[in-house]
């Protein structure tokens, strides 16, 4: 059974910073692409970023240069370092693991 948990989402004001966690237990987990995508309230679920099992990243143009997605391959674990947060990256954040696979989601809510 797969099972994906994030963790890490909070409020934080305008210029501030949050690290998303997402411990997967998912077979062939190095073998996965991962990933984080986003649903603002109204809004349809959108890619933040994923990462391939080589290591290569993709991101969403409104968060380059400002968030990085890493791997742990030895803990099967994701990350989502979110740095410089403004107001309009305030949604409710989910894992992703190939192909399919979802947590549950963890509110980041951004304002002062």
């Known amino acids: 059974q797969v099972q994906l948990v994030e963790s890490g989402g909070g409020l934080v004001q305008p210029g501030g910073s949050l690290r998303l966690s997402c411990v997967a237990s998912v077979s062939r987990f190095s073998s996965r692409v991962m990933g984080w995508y986003r649903q603002a309230p109204g809004k349809e679920r959108d890619l933040v970023a994923t990462i391939s099992s080589a290591g290569f990243t993709n991101y969403a143009d409104s968060v380059k240069g400002r968030f990085t997605i890493s791997r742990d391959n030895a803990q099967n674990t994701i990350y989502l370092q979110m740095n410089s947060l403004k107001p309009e990256d305030t949604a409710v954040y989910y894992c992703?693991?190939?192909?399919?696979?979802w947590g549950q989601g963890t509110q980041d809510t951004v304002s002062s």
């Open positions: 992703y693991a190939a192909i399919n696979f």
